[in-house]
């Protein structure tokens, strides 16, 4: 019978190995405040916003430059001394928009500059 007891012994050490034993203890349900403040740590949300804010500073900061300092410049050059925004052909207020496309080209090429520069200091 020593021989059974055997068998039977490793067989209960085998049943012991191969028990599923609980991991933890079921976590406890968060409340809304914990998840809302885990969400926020893990997509970043406070540099995020802090991005967007900086950004609309820096767009009102270069149209101003372009509506207030470029532009002007460019409208000396035209006969007359007139303001770019009060060119029209015909019924069309044209001036308006090419004051706008200026401003889009000199704001793209501010932003190109500052992306191309923080490239280069290693900002990803």
Known sequence: MSKENEIINELKKI???LAPKP????EKPK?????????IKKYKILGLASAFILGLAVNALILSLATDIITPIIGIFIPGFVDIKDIKVGVFG???FI???INFVIIAFVIFLIVKYAAKVGIE
């Open 99 to 101: 004051a706008n496309v």
């Open 94 to 96: 044209i001036g308006n």
């Open 23 to 26: 991991d933890k203890a079921p």
């Open 31 to 39: 409340n809304l405040a914990a998840e809302f403040l885990e969400f």
């Open 15 to 17: 049943r012991e190995i």
